[in-house]
């Protein structure tokens, strides 16, 4: 437990409902092809407060989705309790990025400043598109209005900075939208 609040954890895929009699259960994916999902373990799962190291037992794709079986989980009634809980992994497990990308659950409560030095907001979470993700920005008490905004993801265009350490972003956008 102290190991794994004292570990940078991301976020990788969501247990989402039962999937049979037997205790499977759907599996979410946030990882690119879905399936990589399973290449990582252990999960560390999060139900409330309380964080569980998760063994899987088995797990395929079924249709267009995933569905996995966890060790100690056998019926439909346990796998709901586990329903909604996301997967976590150590971020040492990720491959290494190429400068300049960066994991979604990197660029998340980002401060999202305007060139000019704005405060818009906060990076929520990110949204994908096909053509380009795009930032939910939310307000925070301290930026300029409390609107929230869409900002696509497009370095160098409107993405002019990304500072992980001071926790910052600058854009290149009119507040105005």
Request: hydrophobic share 35%; aromatic share 10%.
């Amino acid at each position: 437990m102290e190991q794994m609040q004292a570990e940078k954890l991301t976020v990788i895929g969501k247990l989402t409902a039962p999937y049979g009699v037997k205790g499977w259960i759907k599996i979410h994916s946030y990882t690119d092809p879905i399936d990589n999902v399973f290449c990582y373990s252990p999960w560390q799962v999060k139900r409330g407060e309380q964080w569980f190291q998760v063994k899987l037992e088995s797990s395929k794709r079924h249709g267009k989705g995933l569905i996995a079986k966890l060790a100690g989980i056998d019926t439909p009634e346990q796998v709901r309790d586990w329903s909604n809980a996301e997967i976590y992994v150590a971020q040492h497990q990720l491959p290494e990025l190429e400068t300049g990308e960066y994991y979604w659950s990197q660029l998340e409560n980002l401060l999202v400043y305007t060139e000019s030095g704005e405060l818009l907001g906060r990076v929520d979470h990110l949204i994908e598109t096909g053509s380009n993700d795009v930032f939910v920005v939310k307000a925070t008490a301290n930026s300029r209005d409390k609107v929230e905004r869409l900002i696509p993801y497009l370095p160098e265009q409107v993405v002019k900075e990304i500072d992980l350490e001071k926790g910052t972003m600058r854009v290149d956008w009119d507040p105005e939208f």
